[in-house]
């Protein structure tokens, strides 16, 4: 058994300090599960499988000479049904003659516009370890809502600048589960 020493007011005022952190989150735990307040925290996991890129050398590809995976991550504050904010993270594998490596990272800060049916725009600021910069609109649609978990397509379109690039514009398929 722990004992407590009546010498230690400091320790005293933290456990009680936790004490009380603690009996907050689960009243408020309790309280959300009952009437679904918010704001709410989510999470996702996505897989991106990028068509294709459009800039002024014109239209490229991405079955032919390379194949970029992205593996999108990340979570929503949802403030209420219809706006939310979220940050993802997207590290990309780019395989290029049989080798195979992580091509970029990117940092991908949005707000959230919900809308009935499952339908959310999502518009992002793209920030990529690569030196690429840009924003990036998506379109995302919940296909199969769970008690838990949900399956959902999105479509997004990369606008992007820097890293003496021209600017370009992308597309590709999402497919995730959120929870």
Not at 20 to 33: F, P, V
Not at 116 to 129: M, N, W
Request: net charge positive.
């Amino acid at each position: 058994m722990y004992k407590i020493s009546t010498k230690s007011p400091v320790k005293h005022s933290i456990l009680l300090l936790v004490f009380i952190t603690l009996s907050g989150l689960s009243t408020k735990a309790q309280q959300t599960g009952q009437n679904h307040a918010y704001p709410k925290v989510t999470g996702y996991f996505s897989l991106l499988h990028p068509i294709g890129s459009w800039d002024k050398n014109g239209f490229h590809d991405n079955f032919s000479d390379v194949y970029t995976l992205v593996f999108p991550f990340g979570m929503n504050i949802l403030k209420s049904d219809k706006f939310g904010v979220s940050l993802e993270i997207a590290p990309s594998i780019r395989t290029e003659h049989n080798i195979s490596k992580v091509s970029s990272v990117l940092f991908h800060p949005g707000a959230m516009f919900r809308f009935k049916h499952g339908f959310t725009f999502i518009g992002r600021a793209a920030f990529e370890t690569n030196g690429r910069y840009g924003f990036t609109p998506v379109l995302n649609q919940v296909v199969k809502k769970g008690k838990d978990v949900s399956l959902y397509l999105a479509l997004p379109f990369p606008v992007r600048f820097g890293n003496n690039l021209p600017a370009s514009l992308s597309t590709g398929l999402q497919v995730g589960v959120s929870f």
